[in-house]
Every structure is written in C-alpha cells, then in structure tokens.
C-alpha cells in the first residue's frame, strides 16, 4: 500500500521558514522522481520543486528560497522553505511518479501572515 504522509506545514511570518518533510512508503522510493506542489485557494495546482535521477527543477517563483532534498535511508522527501512570503500561502502535496503511476499525499496547510 503506497502512502506519503506530508508534515511540518504551519503559520509562519513574511521571511520566515519552514521545512516540510513526506515520508514514503510502500514503493521503490529510489526509483521514483519526487515533487512537491501547491495550490492556493482559487487556483490550479502548480508545481513547486522537483527531484529525480539527482536533478532538481524548482518553480521560479521559489528559485533561491526553497531547496528540495530526499534520503533515500528514511525514504523522505523535504521541502526547506525560506525566505517565506505571503504569496507562498497554500496547500503544499507530496507527489511520485514514474512512469505512468503517480502518488499523492493529502497535503500539509501553509500560511504565511503577519
């Protein structure tokens, strides 16, 4: 049973930082490009950041703040999220995929406010 469990979402203020963590389990994790997008209320879900075959691709709206990172030990993949504005503000989704499969976590909230 596939399952990515995303966690660390929160409140946070303009400039802050959090890091979001999504532990993967029942797949071949190795063998999977790991993502994580966001949505925000009101608009499509868009790609974040990306990393698969020790490449990473980020959004450029995140180039420089974010950093996506994966151990493939705990089977984890992070988010470090710095340098945080409101426009940041969304539900962030855990997603594997290869090939034709595609996983997705349930989504972990953040809110960047003052």
């Known amino acids: 049973q596939v399952q990515l469990v995303e966690s660390g979402g929160g409140l946070v203020q303009p400039g802050g930082s959090l890091k979001l963590s999504c532990a993967a389990s029942?797949?071949?994790?190795?063998?999977?490009?790991m993502s994580w997008y966001r949505q925000a209320p009101g608009k499509e879900r868009e790609l974040v950041a990306s990393?698969?075959?020790?490449?990473?691709n980020y959004a450029d709206s995140v180039k420089g703040r974010f950093t996506i990172s994966r151990d493939s030990v705990k089977n984890t993949v992070y988010l470090q999220m710095n340098s945080l504005k409101p426009e940041d503000t969304a539900v962030y989704y855990c997603?594997?995929?290869?090939?034709?499969?595609?996983?997705w976590g349930q989504g972990t909230q953040v809110t960047v406010s003052s």
């Open positions: 990393s698969a075959l020790g490449f990473t």
């Open positions: 997603n594997a995929r290869r090939s034709y499969d595609a996983y």
């Open positions: 029942g797949f071949t994790f190795s063998t999977y490009a």
